[in-house]
Nanobody, 117 residues
Framework: VQLVESGGGLVQAGGSLRLSCAAS????????MGWYRQAPGKERELVAG????????NYADSVKGRFTISRDNAKNTMYLQMNSLKPEDTAVYYC???????????WGQGTQVTVSS
């Protein structure tokens, strides 16, 4: 499974961005997926997760009400709609997929999101 993120960039505080994560390869084996982020000097943290069918989602408290995770399994793509962005949302955002019966985690290369004040 290969994961490629896109959609990052520079935005002013209060603005919006939509990240995409395109999966390829053995996509039939992908289970839950999620978005993580890592800011400079900080540990990588879970931002949002979504189950295989998209019926259940969870969010970090810091993004609840502002971010929305979704996936389109027909397109093998996961999204993160980010609204009301804050400078503290600045980080590299990573796509993650849990694959196969062993639950192995696969990661994308990351996309930079920078929010200016």
């Amino acid at each position: 499974v290969q994961l490629v993120e896109s959609g990052g960039g520079l935005v002013q505080a209060g603005g919006s961005l939509r990240l995409s994560c395109a999966a390829s390869g053995s996509t039939f084996s992908i289970n839950a997926m999620g978005w993580y982020r890592q800011a400079p000097g900080k540990e990588r943290e879970l931002v949002a997760g979504i189950t295989s069918g998209g019926g259940s989602t969870n969010y970090a408290d810091s993004v609840k009400g502002r971010f929305t995770i979704s996936r389109d399994n027909a397109k093998n793509t996961m999204y993160l709609q980010m609204n009301s962005l804050k400078p503290e949302d600045t980080a590299v955002y990573y796509c993650m997929a849990i694959v196969g019966g062993w639950g192995l985690k696969y990661w994308g290369q990351g996309t930079q999101v920078t929010v200016s004040s």
